[in-house]
């Protein structure tokens, strides 16, 4: 089941060159850029990891791209986006994020029912991936 | 992205011009105002500019290649500047982002100024994220490696700059879209350092030599350099000046136009001092911007035997 997570996700995926114009259009607005990655897709996981430092000072997409390259050497079997924080108001708030890998299989969720008192049931969604450990799961 | 190739097939493949009118592009691209600023800016360096001409004539060509469909490989354009300190390796850079920027070799043009202590790491694991944290800042222009021998000591086999010699070598390689790397140096140093590193030499396209300026030049620039800060040398002073540049051409360290920089900033600082001493009254501009004889012969320079001592 392909996880539809930020921006762009209900389109087919990016290529290269969409990703590097996307990238450029966050840099040109002066947003700082970095990469993140992870193997839990929950849609409730916020806290993916850090690839590297976010870029701040990198006029060009090519720095992300080479960047991207790299990281999809070493975590190509994963999840990874995108997120570009925009520091003018002050603090730094997320302006636009979007998933640029994924595994080749994306095997989906399992919808748990909890049985409680009486009639009542709680749902609960578990991805079929998070049933292997971490740094296992897809691969 | 098929869906949106097929809604507009005429768009793919783009219309190829079948001529291409090279002296408007010329003009339109923005060249001639560079090289003419180079012309009007730049004193002396004659074969500097004649090989940045002969490379914008290159580019221009390619380029014009390159949108009728007959080139599809960016060239390399990686470049040295060799020439001994002072004589406008840093200022031609500058330029030359410039240049390829309008001709649309490199995205945005700006110029990434370096030493060995930038790309350079203090232990071992330092290097690569160092060296890679600058070439991220570059891409996009151009990196210019200042003093680009320190990076190689043979003498040390456990030097980090080896490392970061290999990285650049494979971006250089790999990403030659993204970014152009200058690097730069006193000519022997450089040449020695090709020799060592023969990955740079043939990943090198353009060898630009600097002169070094003749002392007619060096009065020319030392008055530019005083007309940007509106100040004026007087007759006697222009004598001294004259002969304060062949005296500090025969000291050490000499450093053409930048130790003509060094010696105006000192001549104004005895100039301020001399005004302050001997004024008993109010001066008018003319005095506040005139440099006089005694301002530049009180320099070090004139009392020492040639070959001496610095000449600071």
């Not at chain 1, 999840?79 to 299989?105: C, H, M, Q, T």
């Not at chain 2, 500090?248 to 001549?267: K, V, Y």
């Not at chain 2, 005004?275 to 003319?286: H, K």
């Not at chain 2, 070090?300 to 610095?310: A, G, H, L, Y």
């Amino acid at each position: 089941m392909r996880i539809t997570q930020g921006a762009f996700s209900f389109l087919p995926d990016l290529t290269d060159d969409q990703i590097r114009a996307q990238v450029q259009y966050c840099i040109d607005n002066k947003w700082a850029v970095s990469l993140e990655f992870t193997d839990d897709p929950h849609p409730r996981n916020t806290y993916w990891d850090m690839w590297g430092h976010p870029m701040f000072d990198n006029p060009d997409a090519a720095a992300l791209m080479m960047e991207l390259k790299e990281c999809r050497k070493v975590y190509g079997d994963r999840y990874i986006r995108v997120v570009a924080f925009d520091a003018s108001p002050g603090w730094e708030s997320v302006k636009l994020s979007f998933i640029v890998n994924r595994p080749a299989e994306e095997p989906g969720y399992r919808l748990e029912r909890q049985e409680g008192a009486g009639r009542m049931v709680r749902y609960t969604t578990k991805p079929y991936a998070a049933d292997k450990p971490a740094g296992t799961r897809y691969g | 992205m098929s869906a949106a190739a097929e809604a507009t097939p005429e768009a793919l493949p783009p219309e190829l011009p079948t001529a291409i009118d090279l002296r408007e592009e010329f003009e339109t691209s923005g060249v001639k105002d560079v090289l003419e600023e180079l012309d009007r800016d730049l004193i002396g360096l004659a074969p500097v500019k004649k090989r940045i001409r002969e490379t914008a004539a290159l580019l221009l060509v390619e380029r014009a290649r390159r949108r009728m469909g007959l080139a599809h490989d960016t060239p390399t354009l990686h470049m040295s500047f060799t020439g001994n300190p002072g004589t406008g390796k840093t200022t031609v850079a500058l330029r030359m982002a410039d240049l390829l920027h309008r001709l649309g070799y490199i995205r945005k043009g700006h110029l990434v100024s370096v030493t060995r202590d930038d790309l350079v790491g203090q232990y071992i694991g330092h290097t690569a994220p160092k060296t890679k944290e600058i070439l991220k800042k570059a891409m996009g222009g151009v990196l210019f490696i200042d003093e680009a021998y320190y990076l190689y000591r043979p003498e040390n086999e456990r030097d980090y700059g080896q490392e970061a010699i290999e990285i650049l070598l494979q971006v250089m390689e790999n990403q030659r879209d993204d970014l152009v790397v200058i690097l730069a140096g006193y000519s022997q140093r450089m040449d020695r350092f090709f020799e060592s590193n023969p990955g740079f030499r043939s990943r090198i396209a353009h060898h630009i030599d600097f002169p070094d300026y003749t002392d007619g030049e060096l009065f020319r620039i030392a008055e530019t350099m005083l007309g940007n800060q509106n100040y004026h040398l007087d007759r006697p002073a222009a004598e001294a000046l004259t002969a304060y540049i062949t005296k500090r051409r025969e000291q050490p360290h000499f450093a053409n136009a930048r130790s003509i920089r060094n010696a105006l900033d000192r001549a104004r600082l005895r100039q301020a001092n001399r005004l302050f001493e001997t004024a008993n009254g109010p001066l008018d501009a003319a005095a506040l911007s005139t440099i006089s004889a005694e301002d530049i012969t009180a320099s070090r320079v004139f009392s020492m035997k040639p070959r001496d001592k610095d000449g600071d």
